[in-house]
């Protein structure tokens, strides 16, 4: 059959609005919307039969849907007053019925049950293009800012805001500061015990009162105007040591953000000065989702400083022969026993890429370690009763423990951690 005869056979099967008959026929010509197709058949049927040309009001198909794609626009425009968003996308939640007159319309015509376009996808197209006008965004199939779902049983249009987030690097200027909130492990968080004010944290229901996320993230939500910010780091240091030199990577997540578009220099000066410097912040952007993965999963090496304190007195030859034994050796590491509670009793590999240091008297040093991620340093230096191997203990041959930690850099092992791909400046 020609597309003349099946327009005829559509028209045929009751009233059809132009979008529901044009949509037949999706696939023909570039550059028209279905409307106009359906149209012009309509137009070319009446001349070609010499019949009078007639709208139709009605439409069985979509039951009027396709004269709405303004309205829902508009309605998609007004729930998200206030937002500040430059991307979208939309998608429609159309009722069994609706999809089964669409495939029923062309099951009578005779055509393949994939012939021209869904209802669903003329909807998203059709309205999505007026939002567009409405707000100036642009549509974006990966993870736009808002998604939209238009809800044709409900008449709802539901909003998803999409996070923001934002990309630096931190130093923790000062010790027992942990890096995200540490709830108390006595009350679980609640602050309470028995009804009364948890001993453990004084009623606060954190083992610590600050942390790095609680000196930085509060400023970004505010500035973003968001109802809640998370925080991602690029690994974790111990409480006890200092984050120090470089930093380490870090993304904020801003959930639901009614801003996005912030100066990152600002907001990187009102942190500062709300951390009081207990903590600082360097090279804020703003940063893709991605990039929390990125910060997550990259594999990164890591640089310590740190002061040791032996067991018994110790010859500067023979600390510079162990940490030459040190130098790129491999070392094979049990879980430390500190941290057993809350990880797999496991072996690992991890390299050490550079040892050195010296002694700042026969019973202390001061040593810098750049090792691979995931190395202990701290059982590298006391061995953990023989759960590290080699060590700086074993090879000295007597105890050796770290009395003072610092990380001094965090790159990533093969490519650094921000790059254009990932940031949003």
Sequence with gaps: MSILEDARAALATGPLCDSCLGRLFADRSFGLANAERGHALRVTLALEDDDPFEESEDCWVCESECDRFDWWAEQAATAVRGYDFDTYQVGTKVPPLLEENDELLREDVGLAPDAGEA????????????????????????????????????????????????????????????????????????????????????????????????????????AMDGEEAVFHGAGREDVDARMLDSGRPFVIEVMEPRKRDVDTDTVEADINAFA??????????????????????????????????????????????????LDEATIEQETPQRVTHRRADITRTRTVYDADGELTDDRHAELRIHGEGGLYVKELVSSDEGRTEPSLAGLLETDAVVTALDVIDVQGEDEPFAKDEFLKE
């Design 119 to 222: 209802l669903k996808t003329e909807l998203n197209r059709e309205v999505g293009k007026r939002i567009g006008d409405l707000t100036g965004a642009e549509v974006e199939f990966g993870r736009p800012a808002i998604q939209f779902t238009l809800d044709l049983a409900t008449d709802e249009v539901e909003t998803h805001v999409n996070s923001a987030f934002v990309y630096g690097r931190y130093r923790k200027l000062e010790r027992d500061i942990p890096q995200t909130k540490w709830p108390c492990n006595d009350c679980n968080g609640t602050g309470l015990w028995q009804g009364e004010p948890c001993e453990g944290c004084g009623g606060s229901g954190y083992r610590y009162d600050e942390s790095v996320e609680q000196l930085s993230a509060p400023v970004v939500r505010e």
């Design 276 to 325: 009081d410097g207990k903590v600082e912040v360097t090279d804020l952007h703003l940063a893709t989702h991605e990039m929390v993965e990125r910060v997550k999963e990259l594999d990164a090496s890591k640089t310590y400083r740190m002061d040791v304190e032996f067991g018994d007195p110790v010859d500067a030859d023979a600390l510079q022969d162990a940490l030459a034994e």
